[in-house]
T-cell receptor, first 115, second 113 residues
Framework: AQSVTQPDIHITVSEGASLELRCNYS??????LFWYVQSPGQGLQLLLK??????LVQGIKGFEAEFKRSQSSFNLRKPSVHWSDAAEYFC?????????????FGTGTRLTVIP | EAQVTQNPRYLITVTGKKLTVTCSQN?????MSWYRQDPGLGLRQIYY???????DKGDVPEGYKVSRKEKRNFPLILESPSPNQTSLYFC????????????FGNGTRLTVT
């Protein structure tokens, strides 16, 4: 079945440590790929997106993500985590590049940052 | 300010009592969508609309209705709410292209007792 998988439900990191959140998808063609962040009590905010071209994309708040076609992955990274990064992170996919904006989400990864 | 506005933010109701959650966007977006968010399940699409008078089912449409009579509004209607519809609901909008990121409202937390 087609899906977006975020294998880590909850991750805890120390402030200043590096971070990698995993995302895998199982759609046939290369989809459009997104990472969103949800702070408590808020809606979702776009961190970054990948459509084509350079497989390393930069986003807001110092985040980046790398598209690896061979692994069907789009992992999110940050070199040094800040306490304000504590939130829930969602990987999302638009499977059909010819269609409209039907976004399918992973189940999310909750990030806790400890001092 | 460009935004998607949902109302109400919080709603507690009883089984069977019809309710409507409103969603309005001021960005002239063609595409609008409703999602529900449940722990461990992420966001699942309920209904979407590509333009006025054009709506279609998402992954979990059962028990919901929508309408798109005007471009800016996309209300979500629960004709006979049940406890399994207790959830956090998000409305989102974007231009029609799949490359356009969604703009989300702040959510409506619905409890059905």
């Amino acid at each position: 079945a087609q899906s977006v998988t975020q294998p880590d439900i909850h991750i805890t990191v120390s402030e200043g440590a590096s971070l990698e959140l995993r995302c895998n998808y199982s759609y046939g063609a290369t989809p459009y790929l997104f990472w969103y962040v949800q702070s408590p009590g808020q809606g979702l905010q776009l961190l970054l997106k990948y459509f084509s071209g350079d497989t390393l994309v930069q986003g807001i708040k110092g985040f980046e993500a790398e598209f690896k076609r061979s692994q069907s992955s789009f992992n999110l990274r940050k070199p040094s985590v800040h306490w304000s990064d504590a939130a829930e992170y969602f990987c999302a996919v638009v499977p059909d590049q010819t269609g409209a904006n039907n976004l399918f989400f992973g189940t999310g990864t909750r990030l806790t940052v400890i001092p | 300010e460009a935004q998607v506005t949902q109302n109400p933010r919080y709603l507690i109701t009883v089984t069977g009592k019809k309710l409507t959650v409103t969603c309005s966007q001021n960005m002239n977006h063609e595409y609008m969508s409703w999602y529900r968010q449940d722990p461990g399940l992420g966001l699942r699409q309920i209904y979407y609309s590509m333009n006025v008078e054009v709506t279609d089912k998402g992954d979990v449409p059962e028990g919901y209705k929508v309408s798109r009579k005007e471009k800016r509004n996309f209300p979500l209607i629960l004709e006979s709410p049940s406890p399994n519809q207790t959830s956090l609901y998000f409305c989102a909008s974007s231009p029609i292209s799949g490359k356009s990121p969604l703009h989300f409202g702040n959510g409506t937390r619905l409890t059905v007792t």
